[in-house]
């Protein structure tokens, strides 16, 4: 039984003094080896910058039989550790390739270290990045490669599974998904006001989600729900956003506007239901930019004087179900489905008197 794990923290200097003593392993026969995309290696060493936590890494102690120098096994969080001892050091890491292996922090996730090797930084990020501690646990010298093996495999029995969002948080690491957390974060006041997500959904993202949700309607107009859809999204934009402003200025527009126009009503509102909170922004940009319209800058258009009107009495119709079978359908089931959507919008847009 594993009753001794000791947890501990070390800093970025221990493990790169443990590294060039050659008394550290990083790529035991289980673990699997490094993948990780030069976005993803930039965003880590951000992420150290700005002191903020990343997972646990799990160490295993062994002893070197010949010098009897204590061994440190890295049994999860090698890419962690590679990719930040390689920025520092590449000497240190023997079979470290520069074509595959170097990088520098991007400007998009940190403006002021961007493009630049670690010995041209300033002594501030150097110290940040050489003093970050790490949360470890510490496996004893006993632990068998089976015994390894079973703590994993009860970590992710015990897991919940990722959702869509949560996966692209995973895998994009980029100016897109950089924004559309933003964007998201921005408004977690209004999100909780309005009541459109519970807090265990903004735990898991689910706000994030939306926000490219209308991300995408600014750039292809009503459309259905569809995770791989989104996923080209942001990978068409993971190296470069040109339209990023456009996008963030008309997404804060349309957001203060249905602000402006319901306030906190909106909680009490079926419209604060996620599928029709979509068809409410999508109204209201419409109104404010006009669906398809090219992202260049223009001026938003102001909402008709009977819009707030026009909302409250479609809500009216809908929790009282005085609504066409049409529409009845629409919101009854496949609620993000293309067809719904847009029969939901002009409905809206009908009660409102725009369109």
Request: charged share 25%; glycine share 4%.
């Amino acid at each position: 039984m594993l009753t001794d794990i000791t947890r501990t923290v070390f800093t970025v200097s221990d493990f790169l003094d443990w590294q060039r003593s050659g008394t550290l392993q990083l790529s035991p026969s289980f673990q699997r080896r490094p993948v990780w995309s030069v976005s993803a290696k930039s965003y880590l060493v951000d992420t150290i910058v700005k002191g903020l936590p990343i997972p646990i890494i799990f160490i295993r102690m062994r002893t070197d039989r010949k010098s009897l120098r204590p061994k440190r096994e890295v049994v999860d969080g090698q890419q962690r550790l590679r990719t930040v001892l390689g920025f520092i050091d590449p000497d240190c890491l023997c079979d470290f390739d520069p074509t595959k292996d170097a990088f520098t922090v991007s400007k998009q996730h940190n403006a002021d270290m961007a493009g630049r090797p670690f010995a041209e930084l300033e002594e501030e990020f150097r110290t940040r990045i050489a003093d970050y501690q790490f949360s470890v646990h510490v496996l004893p010298p006993g632990t068998d490669d089976a015994e390894v093996l079973q703590i994993f495999s009860r970590m992710n029995a015990t897991g919940v599974k990722l959702n869509p969002q949560e996966l692209r948080n995973a895998n994009f690491f980029g100016a897109f998904k950089q924004c559309m957390y933003t964007l998201a974060y921005e408004q977690l006041e209004r999100w909780r006001n309005f009541q459109v997500f519970k807090e265990n959904q903004i735990a898991r993202m689910q706000e994030v989600e939306l926000t490219s949700e209308f991300a995408q309607l600014m750039y292809d107009g009503i459309v259905g729900k569809q995770s791989a859809a989104l996923n080209r999204l942001y990978n068409k934009h993971e190296d470069k956003f040109e339209d990023q402003s456009q996008v963030s200025r008309r997404f804060r527009k349309v957001m203060d506007t249905i602000d402006n126009l319901l306030g906190k009503d909106l909680a009490e509102l079926p419209l604060k239901r996620i599928p029709l909170f979509y068809d409410l922004f999508a109204l209201v940009y419409d109104v404010s930019f006009g669906l398809h319209s090219p992202l260049t800058r223009k001026a938003a258009r102001k909402p008709p004087p009977g819009m707030r009107q026009g909302l409250l009495r479609a809500s009216a119709r809908i929790a009282d179900k005085d609504v066409s079978q049409e529409v009845a359908e629409a919101l009854a089931r496949r609620t993000t489905h293309v067809s719904s959507r847009r029969t939901v919008l002009e409905f809206l847009a009908k009660e409102c008197g725009v369109g």
